[in-house]
Each structure stands twice: as structure tokens, then as C-alpha cells.
């Protein structure tokens, strides 16, 4: 039986066809409205919410399928469903359950909250000390959770992008706090972001500095890995530096206009609505990436056109 006559066959009887690509999102990545609908639900915050017993049916829904193997009685959309549960839980490398606040799922609720209280809490050098080591605390957490590819990291290594960034955050933000005194509050209002973006220069490096060493790994269209790339790693690791400082500027820099908004006879407000209108503004990032053969490393460009003489694109996870 030929594999149309298959596929006719199962559709007739119920069960779902195993010619769903589930390696690529759902949605046409070529508009913005379906880049909006993957990433929405790929960081939908509710998946924080589903228990263990949820997310390991998930798992074995999607490694089933991608064996071969159909969950009896499972629909497309309960497919689609358990694809997106999956991998917002999961890390796409390593298979590894990412801890939770490292998650995809978890980047809205956590990001509002601290780059809020960032921004609100920014006068006094206690507050802006504790907001910036809870801020690089949960950075140095994601950024491990979502590394891109499978090599290890040392606790020294870890110790080291940690120490290096909240220093480098906090001193940043000490020290443009000290600058800007005599200057009118909304350049005050601006100096969150320059720690963040400081920090992100040195966090993100540092932390996947394993990746520089050993490279990442790069596949064809279909999802085969076809070796390790540093190139790959270090174009990655830069698109994540520049992707996390453009996602804080319109959180950090469109709540200062509407701060006025809110009430003077009611301060308590001020925090609640910066955090909700940060939440509002909160971007997504895009997690893979493409590079051209010939910019590949030499070893790795011959070993690919050995492999196939007609591959010119590869694909990387450069991560979140």
C-alpha cells in the first residue's frame, strides 16, 4: 500500500496521519499574525499552571508521534496542544523539564513584575541594589534554562556569569544614579535600563560561555543535526544580547509617559500600574535562527557538503 492510500486509510478510520510536521510551529511563520500566534502560546503564562502528570503526557504524546506511534483516539488540535505544552517546559536540546521559572511560560508574569518594580522603585540605593540583584538572579536563571544547544556548564562557570553581571548591573545603575542627581526624574527614570542593558552584555556571554568553546548544533530543514558551529554560536549569542536590550525599551520607555495617569492622592498605585503596563509592552523573542553554509567554519562547511553538496541554510536554537 503506497503512502497516500495509508494516510487515506487511517484518516477513514479515526486514527490522526503521521504526515503532521510538528517540528515547525503551527502557524505561518511568513505573516506576523501566525509569528503572533506561536509565540503567544508557546509563553501562554496559564502552562505554569499544569502539573507534572500534565506535562509528561504531553511528552509522550509528541515523542510517540515522532516515532511513529499515534496516542489512540488523539485529535490534530490535542497534538498541536500537547506540541506547545511540550515546549514550554521543555529545553529543545537536551529534552531536560526546565525549571519553572526558567520557562518560556513564565517570561511575562516574571518579567512584568520585576522590570516594574524596577522601575518604580528607583530612588533610593537600597531598593535599586535589591531589584538589580533580583533581576540578574532570574536572568542568570533563564539564561542557563534556555541555553542553546546540549554542552555542559561548570558551577564555576555558572558562579562566575552570576557574580559578573549583578556586579556589573548594580555598579551601572549606583553609578549613573549618581550622576543624574541634578538632573530633571525622567532621565533618572532611565537608568534601569542602562543596567539591564550593561548586565545583558555580561550575563549572556558569560553564561553560555561553554557555547563559544564547543559550538552549537546546527541541522538541515528537516531537524538532522549536521555538526557543531562556535560561528553559529557566537552570531546566536549576539542576536540574544541585541534582542534582549530592544525587548526592555518599549517596557522601560513607553510606561514613563502614562505614569501620570495615575492618581497623586493614591501612590499605592504607582507600582500595580507600572507593572501591568510593562506586562502590557512585553515583547517576545524569537528563538531560532538561520546562518549560510559558506560562513560556517571550514571543517564543519566541508563536512556539510559532503553530507549533501546542496544544503546553503542551516538552522540553529540560539536561544531565549
Known amino acids: 500500500m503506497d503512502p497516500l492510500t495509508l494516510i487515506s486509510a487511517l484518516q477513514k478510520m479515526g486514527e490522526l ?34 502539573s507534572g502528570a500534565q506535562l509528561e503526557a504531553s511528552q509522550n504524546i509528541v ?56 522601575l518604580t522603585f528607583y530612588r533610593q540605593t537600597p531598593t535599586v541594589v535589591f531589584w538589580q540583584w533580583v533581576n540578574q538572579s532570574f536572568n542568570a536563571i533563564v539564561n542557563y534554562s534556555n541555553r542553546s544547544g546540549d554542552a555542559p556548564i561548570t558551577v564555576g562557570q555558572l558562579g562566575t556569569a552570576y557574580v559578573s553581571a549583578t556586579t556589573g548591573a548594580v555598579a551601572t545603575a549606583l553609578g549613573l544614579k549618581s550622576l543624574t542627581k541634578h538632573l530633571p526624574p525622567l532621565v533618572g527614570r532611565f537608568v534601569p535600563f542602562a543596567a539591564v542593558a550593561a548586565a545583558n552584555c555580561i550575563n549572556i556571554p558569560l553564561m553560555r560561555q561553554r557555547e563559544l568553546q564547543v559550538g552549537i548544533p546546527v541541522t538541515d530543514e528537516a531537524g538532522q543535526r549536521l555538526g557543531h558551529s562556535v560561528t553559529a554560536a557566537k552570531q546566536g549569542i549576539f542576536q540574544v544580547v541585541i534582542s534582549r536590550i530592544g525587548m526592555a525599551i518599549p517596557a522601560m520607555g513607553k510606561p514613563f509617559h502614562c505614569l501620570s495617569l495615575s492618581p497623586q492622592r493614591r501612590p499605592w498605585l504607582g507600582a500595580p500600574l507600572q507593572v501591568g503596563l510593562v506586562g502590557f509592552c512585553w515583547p517576545v523573542l524569537f528563538c531560532c535562527s538561520s546562518i549560510h553554509v559558506s560562513r560556517l567554519e571550514p571543517e564543519l562547511r566541508a563536512q556539510i557538503h559532503e553530507q549533501n553538496p546542496h544544503i546553503e541554510v542551516v538552522y540553529y536554537n540560539k536561544g531565549l
Request: glycine share 6%.
Open 63 to 118: 515523542q510517540n508521534y515522532r516515532a511513529g506511534v499515534v496516542t489512540p483516539g488523539l485529535t490534530e488540535d490535542q497534538l498541536w496542544r500537547a506540541k506547545y505544552v511540550y515546549d514550554s517546559a521543555f529545553h529543545p536540546d537536551t529534552g531536560e523539564k526546565v525549571v519553572l521559572i526558567g520557562r518560556m511560560s513564565a517570561q511575562v508574569p516574571m518579567n512584568m513584575t520585576i522590570t516594574g518594580c524596577m
Open 17 to 50: 496521519p503521521l504526515d503532521i510536521n510538528i517540528q515547525e510551529p503551527r502557524w505561518d511563520q511568513s505573516t506576523f499574525l501566525g509569528r503572533a500566534q506561536h509565540f503567544f502560546t508557546v509563553t501562554d503564562p496559564r502552562n505554569l499552571l499544569l
